[in-house]
């Protein structure tokens, strides 16, 4: 077993935080965190929700990935319009496949660009935060916090999708929804979920999972 493997092992049993730091989609990341899920989510014999959970993880890691790296085309000035809501998301894809995922973390980390995901346990309930280094400005927070609370009116994603299709939700704003009807369908309330921002440096995605049966 690996040093990293071992490390989260003696995070859950001491009951400590587990920190993961990014800095593009990589999988290396990704099969620790799915181990640390699944040990974490075993400690407490809820095996039953690790898909769920781990999907609503996954996606807040992609949209602040996302977010990150359309600050770096921004800034390159490869997006030369970010109200162009079409281009953006042919230009972030263009950037975030396999072949140039290397390429775009070195960016990234030189830009300190991080993606940085908490793991804690409390009380029997895990508290999932997810921190990325580009502030949202007051109107997106908003948009985000209707979106929340509308999707929590639907039982499955695709029935909120067909009545709210989103031509500028930049391939992410579905997501949202997603993780509020994951979290429906866990018995979760939307209310624990949540987006924030500090509106200098960071936004913040939490959720909070009660892991007691």
Do not use: W
């Not at 493997?5 to 993961?20: H, V």
């Not at 040990?39 to 993880?57: A, G």
């Not at 929340?148 to 029935?159: F, G, L, N, Q, T």
């Amino acid at each position: 077993m690996t040093s990293t493997r071992n490390e989260i092992l003696s995070a859950i049993e001491n009951g400590d935080d587990i920190i993961f730091i990014t800095y593009s989609s990589l999988m290396s990341t990704e099969e620790d965190l799915k181990f640390a899920l699944i040990k974490i989510l075993e400690k407490y014999q809820r095996e039953d929700i690790f898909t769920p959970v781990f999907s609503c993880t996954k996606e807040l890691i992609s949209n602040a990935i996302k977010a990150n790296a359309k600050s770096i085309l921004i800034k390159d000035k490869i997006i030369s319009d970010p109200e162009d809501k079409e281009d953006v998301v042919k230009k972030i894809r263009a950037i975030l496949n396999k072949k140039s995922l290397l390429a775009y973390g070195i960016r990234s980390k030189s830009n300190h660009l991080s993606t940085r995901i908490y793991l804690k346990v409390y009380r029997k309930h895990l508290f999932i935060e997810v921190i990325n280094n580009i502030p949202l400005c007051q109107r997106d927070i908003e948009k985000i916090n209707l979106k929340i609370k509308k999707s929590s009116k639907y039982d499955s994603i695709a029935e909120f999708y067909m009545e709210n299709q989103d031509p500028e939700a930049e391939g992410m704003g579905l997501g949202i929804s997603m993780i509020v009807v994951l979290l429906k369908n866990m018995n979760i309330t939307y209310r624990n979920f949540r987006i924030t921002t500090d509106g200098k440096e960071k936004t913040y995605a939490k959720i909070l999972i009660p892991l007691a049966v």
